[in-house]
């Protein structure tokens, strides 16, 4: 755990491999969108990182970024075209991350500023909409 530099000084357990300095979410999705972002914890085992789009192995820096729940970070092009080569019946739970398989679509009750991102980018392709239809964020109910 660590202090975010930010204003907002919350502790976090994230960690910029580029960087080198904690971030919290705010500005994991504001300052550092195509940083490849995991715990310190995987930084002090490990420091090597591949600033490099997973699916395409061009870098990060060259284009718009798609960040997913899970932290991995992907071409925003890249990942779509992923996504569009899937069977157009593939259900909601099918669409996972190509590098650690967990699902794309942030569960409804996620609540953070990497979901509430993500959801805006899905919300821009036909694809995207579907699965989070299938996964509508629900609105709190009134007291």
Same mark, same amino acid.
């Given at each position: 755990?660590?202090?975010?530099?930010?204003?907002?000084?919350r502790?976090?357990n994230?960690f910029?491999?580029e960087?080198?300095v904690?971030?919290?979410?705010?500005?994991?999705?504001?300052?550092h969108s195509?940083c490849?972002?995991?715990?310190?914890?995987?930084?002090?085992?490990?420091?090597?990182?591949?600033p490099?789009?997973?699916?395409?192995?061009?870098?990060?820096?060259?284009?718009?970024?798609?960040?997913?729940a899970?932290?991995?970070?992907f071409h925003?092009?890249?990942l779509?075209?992923?996504? +569009? =080569?899937l069977?157009? $019946?593939?259900? %909601?739970a099918g669409?996972k991350? @190509?590098?650690?398989?967990q699902?794309?679509?942030p569960?409804?009750?996620?609540?953070?500023?990497?979901?509430d991102?993500?959801?805006?980018q899905?919300?821009?392709?036909e694809w +995207? =909409?579907t699965?989070? $239809?299938?996964? %509508?964020?629900?609105?709190p109910k @009134?007291c």
């Open positions: 755990m660590g202090l975010c530099k930010c204003a907002r000084k502790m976090t994230l910029c491999f960087h080198h904690n971030v919290c979410e705010d500005c994991l999705v504001h300052d195509k490849v972002i995991k715990s310190y914890l995987n930084w002090l085992e490990d420091s090597d990182y591949d490099n789009c997973p699916l395409c192995q061009r870098p990060l820096v060259d284009g718009e970024c798609a960040r997913l899970c932290y991995h970070v925003w092009t890249c779509n075209r992923h996504a +569009g =080569q069977p157009a $019946n593939t259900a %909601p669409y991350c @190509p590098t650690c398989a699902g794309i679509f569960k409804s009750n996620l609540a953070t500023p990497v979901a991102a993500l959801r805006k899905l919300e821009t392709v +995207g =909409q699965g989070l $239809n299938a996964h %509508p964020v629900s609105e @009134p």
